[in-house]
């Protein structure tokens, strides 16, 4: 596992061994061209191979309407969101394309990938926007080599970076700009309590990455029923 945050990373591999796993850390940020090359050369001279890529690094930008967004929000954005998801896809192809049994890359994307269902938020939804159609690319590329790519668009789900929103921030302490964007429960019930649980993510996660490579899952969506008004089968 490779995170910027060393705390939450120590956490995470903490709770894999009390579980009986196995895993080792790399405290990085995967915007980092050199640490991300180095990553992936002592995963694969530990384990001897690269089977499964999950990207799920990411910023959330509940920015305002775009004349309000500054170059610091944007880049800051699309750093880890688009710039992270290329440097680890890429440097995942050039093991998994040299291995017989090729290797699965799973990218985390959201509804943002798909659509704009609210003003404001535009360095996120661009990222997202732009990993979907790279996703798309490599997927072509990775045809012949039993290099399979999906994109998980997960939407709403409980995690830290949600639990903040309830109070008006995201990232720390930016402003969170939510004009247009909540709904009727949401409002009622607060946005976390309106989130599925994100164990959903990680089972639908776990069923791709042990799909035999002559299965392709190109897309899946997930996201609270309630919000079936605003997303129904477009994402």
Known sequence: MIDIDEKRLKQVEANIYNA???????????????????FFKDTVDEWGHLDILVNSAGRDSLSPPVSEVTLEEWNKTIGPNMTGVFLCCREAFRYMEKQKSGGRIINMGSSSAMLASGPGHSPYRASKHGMMGFSKNILIEGK???????????????????????????????????????????????????CIDVENVAEITLYVATRTPDVTIPQIAIYPTHKIHRYGMEV
């Open 20 to 38: 009986n796993g196995i895993c080792c850390t790399f405290c990085a940020d995967v915007t980092n061209e050199d640490k991300v090359i180095r």
């Open 144 to 194: 012949d080599k039993n290099i399979g790519v999906t994109v998980i668009n997960p939407s709403h789900v409980k995690t830290p970076m949600t639990e903040i929103i309830d109070k008006g921030f995201y990232d720390g302490s930016q402003k969170a700009y939510l004009d247009g964007w909540l709904d009727e429960k949401e409002y009622k019930e607060g946005i976390y309590a309106s």
